[in-house]
Nanobody
């Protein structure tokens, strides 16, 4: 069983920075992509940033130039450095991992696992 545990959320003033971390644990053999999604009250969950095992990144237009996603493949951990935060960045941030193989099981199309979320509030 794969578990994702996020950390690093909190309250920050506009223009400030936060760094989110997400560690995947379990009998993991291979993870394809890892990423961060967010969901604001009354809104649908949306992709913030994703990174492949090879380091290719993808960002939502709203965070380009402000957020940076990175990954440690040895630790199965993904990070999100968030700079120049805005009130509209306020949301619950969820970690996602698309696992290819774990616990003796192989998923040709990958199996998505999710963390429980961490709240980021940007307010003065």
């Amino acid at each position: 069983q794969v578990q994702l545990v996020e950390s690093g959320g909190g309250l920050v003033q506009p223009g400030g920075s936060l760094r989110l971390s997400c560690a995947a644990s379990g009998s993991i053999f291979s993870i394809n992509s890892m990423g961060w999604y967010r969901q604001a009250p009354g809104e649908e969950r949306e992709l913030v940033a994703a990174i492949t095992s090879g380091g290719k990144t993808n960002y939502a237009d709203s965070v380009k130039g402000r957020f940076t996603i990175s990954r440690d493949n040895v630790k199965n951990t993904v990070y999100l450095q968030m700079n120049s935060l805005k009130p509209e960045d306020t949301a619950v941030y969820y970690c996602n991992a698309n696992v290819v193989a774990e616990g003796g099981r192989y998923y040709p199309s990958g199996m998505d696992y999710w963390g429980k979320g961490t709240l980021v509030t940007v307010s003065s």
